[in-house]
């Protein structure tokens, strides 16, 4: 949630593949939400007792097929605003697909990051895709407005995002037949 970040060039020019692809898409910036530190999950209130910010990611989650988080690296870790973003919800309650796009200022995109934030997710019932979206040297990989320096990211995205559609798809269509806990 750093105030000169890089990263928000891939939130963006994710969000204009995801447009083009025909998908509504809603950006959820963490920086701007200001999740409070973790007291509780949002499990442990009582109906309609959660702080506000909770119960907007409670509708969000709900509402949506689908999540593509966008995380960078911090000191080989997950960084805190993607954490604290999924941290309150628990299994059982959405089981949506997500798709991990992870990146850093350096040669390994974030990766080591993006496992981390797999096992975390796992826990919390959200799967996520097989595939990563690792950019590395982000500083260098987008425009400020999202917009890729090198044209080979469309096609190095189109695989990622063709495969999140499909895992989204299924979920939805599992999720309609009821949740297995």
Known sequence: ?????????????????????????????????????????????????????????????????GFLIVSGEYNHGIQPGAEQSARPFSRGVFLPAVGVACY?????GGVRAAMALRMTLAELGMPSIPSLLPVPRVQEAFDPVGVPRDPAWDQRSERFLAEFEWYARALKAERRRGLPY
């Open 104 to 108: 850093s200022a350096g040669a390994f």
């Open 1 to 65: 949630m750093r105030r000169d970040r890089a990263g928000i060039r891939v939130v963006r020019f994710l969000d204009a593949a995801l447009r083009r692809r025909g998908h509504e898409v809603m950006v959820v910036d963490a920086a701007e939400k200001q999740l409070p530190l973790l007291d509780r999950m949002y499990k442990e209130y009582p109906a309609g007792a959660a702080p506000p910010v909770l119960e907007d990611f409670a509708q969000l989650y709900r509402q949506a097929d």
